[in-house]
C-alpha cells in the first residue's frame, strides 16, 4: 500500500510508510490469532455436535454477528483516526423507536421506504453532530459521545413513551427476514459494506488519508491534510452504518423496547479492539474488526452445541471478556517479539 | 513553567484555591436548581426530604473518588459496574452458603480489590491501554458474575445487613459516613503528601514522572485496585439498602461516575482536576436526578438534561480556552 503524499512530506510520516513491511507482518500475526481462534472454535465444536457447521447455523451465526460487523467498519475509521464513538448503542435505541413508530399501523404508518430513508438520515445526522463537536469544538471524542449516548437513551425514553411497538409492517420485517438467492438481507448488506470499507482504506486516497492523520496527526495536519473534515466523515459514516445496521437487525425483533441496542456500543468497541485496531489510532483494518466480530459471535452458539446444560449461557460474557484478554496478551507479546527482533536488527 | 502549570494544578482538601471555572459554573447551576426548587417545592429541599433522598447518591459518590484520581492520571476504569456486581454476587452466595455474615462480606471485599489490582497489573505491568483492560473486565467480571450465580437473585438477608444500608447515626445516615470516611482520608491524603502532585505529573507526562523518580506502576496498581475496592464497598451498601444480590446490579454506573467526574472538570487527558469539583458533579447530577423525579416522576429527562450540561461544559471549556490540541 502506498500512501499519496504531497512531495515534502515529513519525516515522521516517511518512517511510517517505510516501516510499512513490518508493520503489516506484525497487523497480520493480528488477524491470524484472531483468525486461528475462531477456526479452532468452528473445527472443535463441529467434531463434537456436526450441526455446528451447517450451512443453517453459520448463516445464523452471520446473521448475529451482522450489526457489530456493519457498526464495527464505521468504527474502524473513527479509531483509525485515534478518536472513539461509544453512542452507537443508544443511537441503534432511538433509530430502532423512530423507525418502528414511523412505519407501524398504530402509530405514523408512514410508507417503509420513507421510514428507512428518515431512519439513515437520522443515524448521520447524530453522528455528523458528533463529528462537528469532536473536529471543529475541538472536544475529546469519549466525551462527546458519552454526552451523545446519555441524551440519546433519554430521548428514546421519551419516545417510546413506555409503549412498546409490536406491530412493525410486513414492509419492515423483511429487511430482517427477506431473502435474496437463499441469502438472508442482512448478510447482502454486511458483505456489501465490508467491501465497500475494504476499498476505502486500501484503494482511495481518503482512506491512505485516514490512516496517514491517525498514525500522526499533526504531521498530517503540517502536510496540509484536512484533518477535521475526515473526522467529521468518519463519524458520520458511524451514524449511517449504525442506521444501517438498525434497518436490518431490529425488524429480526418481535418487539422493540427501551433496551434496543443496550450494551452494543462496548461489543463494536471491542471488536474493534480484539481485531488489532490501535486504540492510539494509525494503525488497524477492517478485516481484523470482522473476524474479531465472529468471533465474540460465535460464543453463544458455542455454548449451546456443546450441550452443557441450560446453565452454560451464563457464561457467555465471561468467555468473551476472556477472548478480549487473550488477543491483548497475544498483542503485546508478538509487540514485545517485534522490539527485539528491531534492536537486533 | 510546566513545574508551575503542575503545582497550580495541585488538588487541595478544601477549595483552599479558588474554584475553577467549571466549578464556579457547577455552583450557580447547583444554587439555581436549589432556587427553582425551593419555588416549586419547599419540601424537596427539607432536612428529612433530602436525607431520605440521599441514600441513591452514596454508592456513585464513593468510586466517583478513585475514579477521580484515575482520570488524573490518564486512566479510566470502565469495570466498576461489573466489580460491583461481581462483589454483591460473592456476599449473596456467601450468605447462601451459611457463611457469617462478616466472612461474606470479607470475601466480597477482597474480591473486588483482586479484580482491581487484576487491572492493575494490565494497565501499570502488561502496559496495556486501561480502556482495553477495563472494557474486557467489564464484559468479564459481569460474566463470572452471571455465572456463578446463574442470573439468580440472593435475598432475605438478616435485619441486621438491612440496618447497615438503611440506618443512620443520628441523624446522619451510614453509608453517608463510610463516605464522609473516605473522601476525608483521600483529600488529606491528596493534599498533606505529594501523592496529589504525583498523580497529575503522571497525567501530564508519564515518561517525564517515571525519569523523575515517581513510582508509576506501584501507584497506578494502587489506584486500580483502590477503585475495585470502593466498588465492592458500594455493593456491600447496595446489597444491604435493596435487600437484593444479582448480577445485573451496578449496570451502567461506570458511565455516570465519569460523566460525574468529567462533569467536575477532570480533564479525560489527565493531569487536570480536583476532587472538590468531583463532589460538585455529583451533588448536581444527583439533586436534578431527585428533583425531576420528585416533581414530574420523569426521569429520562434527566438524562438529556446530564448529556447535554456534559457537553455544553466541556465544549465552553474547550472553546474558551486557548488553543491546546
Redesign the interface.
Known sequence: MTIHTPPAIPSQLQSNAAAGGGFFRLLKQREYGVLALLALTLIVVGLINPAFVAGGNLKDILVAAAPAIIVGCGLTFVVLMGE?DISMGALMGVLATVMGQLTSPSHAHLPVGEGILITLALGSLVGLINGL?VAY????S???T??????????N??LINGQWITDMPAGLRWFGTGRFLAVPISIWTTILVVAASIILARETPLGHRIYASGSNPEAARLTGLPVRPIKLFVFTLTGLLTAVATVVSVPLLAVIEPGVGKGFE?LA??CV?VGGTS??GGQGNIIGTVLAALLLSVVRPTLVFLKLGP?AS?????????F??AA??LD?VARARSRRGKAGA | MTQQAIKTNRIPALPAALPSRQEIVLLILILSLFGVANHLSPNFLAPPAQITLSTHVWELALIAIPMTLIILTAGIDLSVGSTMALSAVVFGLCYKAHWPLAAGAALALLVGAAAGALNGIFVAYVKVHPLIVTLATLAAYRGIAEGISLGQPVSGFPDSLTKFGTGSVGMVPIPAIVFLVVIVVTALVMARTPVGLWLSAIGYNETAAQYSGIAVSRIKLLLYTSSGLMAAISALLFVARRNTAKADIGTGMELAVITAVVLGGTSIFGGRGRLFGTLLGVLLIHEMREFLSWQWNRDEITLVVIGTLLILSVLADSLLSPKKR
Not at chain 1, 469544538?137 to 475529546?140: A, D, L, Q
Not at chain 1, 458519552?146 to 430521548?155: A, E, S
Open positions: 472513539i463537536l469544538g475541538r472536544m475529546p469519549i466525551i462527546v458519552l454526552g451523545m449516548m446519555t441524551v440519546l437513551q433519554g430521548v425514553l421519551i462496548l468497541v471491542t479492539v486504540i492510539s446453565s451464563y457464561w457467555e460474557r465471561a468467555i468473551q471478556g476472556a478480549i484478554l491483548v496478551l503485546q
